[in-house]
Structure formats: C-alpha cells, structure tokens
C-alpha cells in the first residue's frame, strides 16, 4: 500500500506564494507520473500540473507562468510552487501519484488534499 501525505497549504493574500509538498510512502519501488489537481466548491476536480519520471512538466493554461512543479525522487516527494495567487486558484489542492506494482501493474494513489485560501 501507497500513502501520499500532502502539507503547505494555507491562507495567502492575492499576488502571495505558497509551497504544496507531497511525500509518498508505503510499498514503493518508483513512481511514474505524479501530479496536482484542485476542486472548488461546487467545481469539478481539475488537472493544475503533472510531471513525468523523466521531469517533462506540464500545466493547466489557468497557472502556466504562476505556478511550477517539481519532484525529488530520493524522497518521493512532489512540490508545487504556487506564485502569484489569485482568488480563483483557492481550492482544495490533492497530489497524486502513479506507482507500478511488482507485478507492473500501475495503481493512482491520491493524498487526502490540503486546502488553499486566497484571500482578495
């Protein structure tokens, strides 16, 4: 079994930076792709940025500029740095994870999300 165990978030001010991280751990022998999504109230969760073993990013047209994602894959951990926020990027921000099996059988793990206020 595979955790994904998010932390950063918070209340920023409009224009502010805050730092997602997400540790993955657990039965883990690599990981694939690993990516950010978000849900508003009332909003479909969303694709905010993903990122490839290989570190080929890519981003949501809503954040590209704003907002990058990276990971270090001695810690299994992936980051999203968010800057210059605005009202409409607070959501609930949840990390997930695209972890093969021994078997290679690929499973997505999700974190239970961390929450992001922007304040105007």
């Known amino acids: 079994q595979v955790q994904l165990v998010e932390s950063g978030g918070g209340l920023v001010q409009a224009g502010g930076s805050l730092r997602l991280s997400c540790a993955a751990s657990g039965s883990i022998f690599s990981i694939n792709a690993m990516g950010w999504y978000r849900q508003a109230p009332g909003k479909q969760r969303e694709s905010v940025a993903g990122?490839?073993?290989?570190?080929?990013?890519n981003y949501a047209d809503s954040v590209k500029g704003r907002f990058t994602i990276s990971r270090d894959n001695a810690k299994n951990t992936v980051y999203l740095q968010m800057d210059s926020l605005k009202p409409e990027d607070a959501a609930v921000y949840y990390c997930?994870?695209?972890?093969?099996?021994?078997?290679?059988?690929?499973?997505?793990?999700w974190g239970q999300g961390t929450q992001v206020t922007v304040s105007s």
């Open positions: 997930n994870a695209y972890v093969p099996s021994r078997s290679g059988v690929e499973f997505t793990y």
């Open positions: 990122i490839t073993s290989g570190g080929r990013t």
